[in-house]
């Protein structure tokens, strides 16, 4: 059995890295908008179910495949059953095309980083990112045409990435987690407490919490409700499996999920919170309603931010930086994550060094990331994002959980668990083998249909490149031929 050299130097860095994962670059912004568009406060009712019934099943589910296994993704599934690793290479390519595009948008949040310090996205922060930033529209014209200034910081990225990840586990991603993620949740703190005491940030606040009980009977609601949750602690990426195995023994898993869990939701609806205060503000002085200013995406982050800090006067000079720092932090933690489980795998079944397995990946993750920069890339970005998060990931996430529950067998994990302060183990087996996959199977389902429904020609050939890639990648990974003597991650 292959094992890994590195090991979490305590349960602190663990913990970081985890939280890291889970509150990053999405949740500044997904959360407030989903709750938002699914019925305000009544869209509790079914978020918390999801985390109780989906969440942290799923989420102590992968804390014990990685710590029991103390192996990669594409490794475990080999072991159980040899034809079972292209499964694991499957949701690794799904992992590395997320990583590709996250890696552009760090870039556009670094260069509104160095914007925001004088407002350098003028008078109409639209016209600028759609003629600066993504120069392109919804098609596949400008794909030759690079945006140089997103290109350049896009490379650089990687780069740093590249840095932090080629080092000792704890050298590398623990150190730099155990100072960004305390300070992501600082910057944020600020933020929140600030826009708190703006004028009209009632205004937000009661369009974010205000339920709309009715809405509970649409089941489009609850499977936004799962999906977010999902989507939010980084389920089936191969994170959690790749981060668990580097604990030592002894390990408490299911407080350490709980803890994860907790610290998430708490981040997410304290973002939400300052997010609508600010978006309250902003309608106050604009009377333009709530409803016309919350958007989802880039269009938050980089559109309706730079306006209302337009209007916001001198304290935006500070407040700005201190919000895409924010974002930017979010953004390198996801990053850092998204890369682990890859070269976890590659390292373990080539016999690479960490250094080796980093650069490989790197190098074909700048190639690809190149593509999002060009006039073509946010279209190209958009529709790989719903792609391989409603169909690849969702499908990973269905076969695993059957694969763990259903031939593996979940009471080979209870030893595992069997250390913690609360004792979930029956329950937990019910959840997982009987619930979740007729749960995630509704979700699949419905998001395959919203994928293909009224798609333009060009969306469908994206498409069936990343289908194609997504049945080729892992057959070439799975038949090229193992080391028998392997470097683990040294």
């Not at 179910?49 to 990669?72: C, Q, R, V």
């Not at 639209?126 to 993504?134: C, D, L, S, V």
């Not at 309608?283 to 916001?312: H, K, R």
């Not at 004792?423 to 937990?428: D, S």
């Amino acid at each position: 059995m292959a094992q890994s050299t590195n090991k979490w130097n305590s349960s602190f860095a663990f913990i970081m890295a985890m939280i890291g994962s889970a509150v990053g670059l999405g949740n500044i912004w997904r959360f407030s908008y989903v709750v938002y568009s699914n019925g305000g406060g009544s869209f509790f009712i079914p978020y918390f179910t999801a985390i109780i019934i989906m969440a942290i099943p799923l989420l102590i589910l992968e804390y014990a495949i990685g710590y029991h296994f103390k192996d990669s993704i594409s490794n475990i599934l080999k072991r159980i059953k040899p034809k079972l690793e292209y499964i694991g290479w499957f949701i690794l390519v799904c992992v590395f095309l997320i990583l590709t595009y996250y890696m552009v948008i760090i870039a556009w949040d670094f260069i509104y980083l160095l914007l925001s310090f004088f407002k350098g996205w003028g008078a109409a922060p639209a016209t600028y990112f759609a003629e600066n930033i993504i120069v392109g529209g919804d098609s596949l014209k400008g794909i030759l045409e690079f945006v140089l200034p997103v290109s350049i910081v896009t490379i650089l990225f990687w780069i740093i990435v590249w840095f932090i990840s080629h080092k000792d586990l704890n050298d590398g991603i623990g150190r730099v987690v155990k100072v960004l993620v305390p300070m992501l949740f600082l910057i944020m703190a600020i933020i929140v407490i600030y826009a708190l005491t703006l004028p009209g940030q009632m205004i937000g606040i009661s369009q974010l919490f205000t339920p709309d009980w009715t809405s509970l009977g649409n089941v489009d609601i609850w499977l936004a409700a799962f999906g977010q949750v999902l989507f939010s602690l980084s389920i089936g990426l191969g994170i959690t499996i790749a981060y668990a195995s580097y604990l030592p023994t002894d390990e408490k898993l299911i407080d350490k999920a709980l803890i994860v869990v907790c610290s998430n939701s708490g981040f997410e609806i304290f973002t939400a919170v300052g997010v609508f205060s600010i978006l309250g503000f902003m309608s106050l002085n604009s009377g333009i309603p709530v409803s016309d200013i919350a958007t989802s995406g880039s269009g938050l982050l980089f559109i309706v931010f730079p306006e209302i800090f337009n209007i916001m006067g001198d304290v935006a000079y500070l407040l700005g930086p201190l919000f895409f720092l924010c974002v930017l932090f979010a953004g390198i933690t996801s990053a850092l994550s998204l890369m682990e489980p890859l070269l976890c795998s590659l390292s373990y079944k080539f016999g690479f060094t960490r250094k080796k397995s980093v650069t490989i990946i790197c190098i074909i993750g700048v190639l690809i990331s190149l593509i999002f920069t060009t006039g073509a890339g946010n279209y190209i970005l958009v529709t790989t994002d719903t792609f391989v998060n409603e169909f690849g990931i969702l499908l990973g996430v269905i076969i695993q959980t059957i694969i763990m529950a259903w031939c593996y067998g979940l009471d080979k994990f209870i030893p595992s668990l069997s250390n913690s302060s609360i004792n979930m183990g029956r329950k937990w087996k019910f959840f997982v083998k009987n619930i979740l996959p007729f749960v995630l199977l509704i979700m699949w389902i419905s998001g395959v249909i919203g994928i293909f429904v009224s798609n333009t020609p060009e969306t469908q050939f994206i498409e069936l490149v990343l289908t194609i890639m997504f049945i080729l990648v892992p057959i070439i990974l799975t038949k090229l031929p193992a080391s028998d003597e392997p470097k683990i991650l040294d």
